[in-house]
């Protein structure tokens, strides 16, 4: 009975009385993402919920460089909820990545007692804090939070819906002119390394041609399919163009098209840019922010180091550092073939 009781896996609430953290800070990093502020009340409130004091760091590495820390209440992330951007402000820190800016990270951080750190952002986030794991002993826990959706260890990241929400609306008030026109548009949208914001918002708004880096793109083929469109009588079109596409911006491609076009189109382009970062988050966004960092400062807390909190299958899963920033994320090639067949 006794070698029962002991071989039983403990509580959260009893590894994290064992660790006994008494100090931990949160900031946000990289591209700002509607839900970020979501995630920082989270993060509050649980350390608070756990009798933990917590600190928050101002403009992500910079302001740890820096010592830019202000305390964190319960009461300070009130009414944030509901806001896009994050209240801790963001920054791209280049300092961050050299020896000396690490070493007064370090410093700084135990100067103020800080005995693990919630950083929520996207990959470059997370490789800071893998390199900063592998020369000092501060643990590092992530939170996925960018539009980008480009993180491998969890089906969806903090800000995404919210972008394609903003990507569709904006796509449907472009379609009304395109089709009032006859027009022909090339969107672009975010996604510097990855297409799912294209993929995604081109499948809900029913975009003609979906461009992404994941997929190989054949202009000639484009016109081919555009043409074909206007044959069987489609007098407007929509082509989305993620940003990271290869053969190039919107810009350059609906260049290349119209020349091959023969003016049989009257030819925009839109670039929808920074709109799509900013804006109230979606209940998805705030519910996913919400359990992300509740778990993410629960296993903080409990001990836990160097791993980044994700959502799979509608399940809180952990990836270390290194898998998550490496590994790519796959495409859903099933999407490509939806868009197509329902293109046509
Ligand atoms: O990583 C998110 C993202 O919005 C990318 O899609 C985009 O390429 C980049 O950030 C833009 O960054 P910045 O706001 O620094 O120009």
Same mark, same amino acid.
């Given at each position: ?6 071989n ?97 990270a ?39 939070g ?7 260890g ?64 054949n202009?000639?083929n ?25 053969? /190039?911006?919107?810009?350059?491609? #609906?260049?290349?098209?119209? %020349? =091959? ?5 009257? *030819?925009?382009?839109? +670039? ?18 919400s359990?992300? /960092?509740?778990?993410?400062?629960? #296993?903080l807390?409990?001990? %836990? =180091? ?5 959502? *799979?299958?509608?399940? +809180? ?8 920033t ?19």
């Amino acid at each position: 009975m006794a070698e029962k009781k002991e071989n039983k896996e403990k509580t959260i609430e009893e590894k994290i009385k064992e660790q006994n953290i008494k100090k931990v800070a949160v900031f946000t990093s990289g591209g700002d993402a509607p839900g970020m502020n979501a995630c920082i009340r989270a993060v509050v409130r649980t350390c608070s919920y756990h009798g933990v004091q917590i600190k928050g760091i101002m403009r992500g590495y910079a302001g740890i460089i820096d010592g830019d820390f202000k305390n964190m209440t319960p009461r300070s992330v009130s009414n944030i909820i509901q806001r896009g951007g994050t209240i801790l402000k963001s920054a791209r820190s280049e300092e961050f990545k050299t020896k000396e800016g690490m070493e007064q990270a370090y410093f700084n951080l135990k100067a103020e007692r800080i005995e693990g750190v919630i950083a929520i952002g996207g990959d470059g986030t997370f490789r800071g804090a893998y390199e900063f794991s592998q020369k000092y002993d501060i643990p590092f826990i992530g939170v996925p939070g960018t539009i980008d959706n480009d993180m491998f260890g969890t089906d969806f990241t903090i800000g995404y819906d919210t972008a394609l929400n903003t990507v569709v609306e904006c796509i449907d008030k472009i379609r009304d002119t395109a089709h009032a026109h006859d027009r022909l548009f090339f969107i672009e949208v975010m996604g510097r390394d990855a297409g799912f914001i294209a993929l995604y918002s081109g499948i809900a708004s029913g975009a003609e041609a979906i461009l992404i880096p994941e997929t190989e793109t054949n202009i000639d083929n484009l016109v081919e399919s555009l043409d074909y469109g206007w044959r069987r009588k489609k007098t407007s079109s929509i082509v989305l163009v993620a940003e990271g596409e290869e053969v /190039g911006g919107a810009i350059e491609i #609906a260049k290349m098209v119209k %020349e =091959r076009m023969n003016g049989r189109y009257d *030819i925009r382009v839109t +670039i929808l840019g920074h709109i799509q970062r900013g804006g109230a988050p979606t209940c998805n966004d705030r519910v996913l922010a919400s359990r992300l /960092g509740v778990r993410a400062t629960e #296993a903080l807390l409990a001990g %836990e =180091r160097n791993i980044m909190a994700g959502m *799979i299958n509608n399940k +809180i899963v952990f990836t270390d550092f290194v898998k998550a920033t490496k590994h790519n994320t796959e495409i859903n090639r099933d999407l490509l073939r939806i868009s197509e067949i329902l293109s046509y």
